[in-house]
């Protein structure tokens, strides 16, 4: 059971826009804490995606954005392209725990 | 830019140490924290615990009793030791340099853990 919430699986066909939510709690994302969104694709280690809530490293597409509210994140991708088909997680941190790294279970995106 | 390695077993046998080195390939090793992750086969991402150059560590509270990770600065590198392995521990395990965010991630090794 993970600290954040996020759904299994999401599709989009090519050019559509599909969102990805990662729900915390008032002990981690509902206090503040920063979120930062990774991109897995199959075989391969992660890959910073987002970092704190809807910031890019260089090199990351502007299809990709992140926002937060509340004791919840999102990860929007617009303009779907088959290579997006990839495994994304959501992470935080949790302060009940002394501030210790939280990851959302991760979510399977399908590029129809 | 930086690189990561991974290094050490990948068969270790119930109730004995899984040892992992991530080799650092600049110096950047008194700047940044140093993590290690894991992830069991078909699931998600699990953070183990991290060092600084300064020897500050923290774990996950749920493998606190059983990890150790240090740190040797002048060498550039960083280890891993987790005790009493069980089945559970076999997963895919990476290092990753955090700024403010796990920014640099090693390959991964798969480290299985049966007899």
């Known amino acids: 059971q993970s600290v954040l919430t996020q759904p299994p699986s999401v599709s989009g066909a090519p050019g559509q826009r599909v969102t990805i939510s990662c729900t915390g709690s008032?002990?981690?994302?509902?206090?503040?804490?920063?979120v930062h969104w990774y991109q897995q694709l199959p075989g391969t280690a992660p890959k910073l995606l987002i970092y704190?809530?809807?910031n890019r490293p260089s090199g990351v597409p502007d299809r990709f954005s992140g926002s937060k509210s509340g004791t919840s994140a999102s990860l929007a991708i617009t303009g779907l392209q088959a290579e997006d088909e990839a495994d994304y997680y959501c992470?935080?941190?949790?302060?009940?725990?002394?501030?210790?790294?939280?990851f959302g279970g991760g979510t399977r995106l399908t590029v129809l | 830019h930086v690189q990561l390695r991974e290094s050490g077993p990948g068969l270790v046998k119930p109730s004995e140490t899984l040892s992992l080195t991530c080799n650092i390939s600049?110096?950047?090793?008194?700047?940044?924290?140093w993590h290690w992750l894991r992830q069991p086969p078909g699931k998600g991402l699990e953070w183990i615990g991290y060092?600084?150059?300064?020897?500050?560590?923290d774990y996950n509270p749920s493998l606190r009793s059983r990890v150790i990770i240090s740190v040797d600065s002048l060498n550039h590198h960083f280890s891993l030791h987790l005790t009493s392995v069980t089945a559970a521990d076999t997963a895919v395990y990476y290092c990753?340099?955090?700024?403010?965010?796990?920014?640099?991630w090693g390959q991964g090794t798969l480290v299985t853990v049966s007899s």
């Open positions: 990753a340099r955090k700024t403010v965010a796990f920014d640099t």
């Open positions: 600049d110096g950047s090793i008194s700047v940044y924290s």
């Open positions: 060092v600084y150059s300064t020897g500050k560590r």
């Open positions: 008032s002990s981690n994302i509902g206090a503040g804490a920063d």
């Open positions: 704190v809530e809807n």
């Open positions: 992470q935080s941190y949790d302060f009940r725990v002394n501030g210790a790294v939280v």
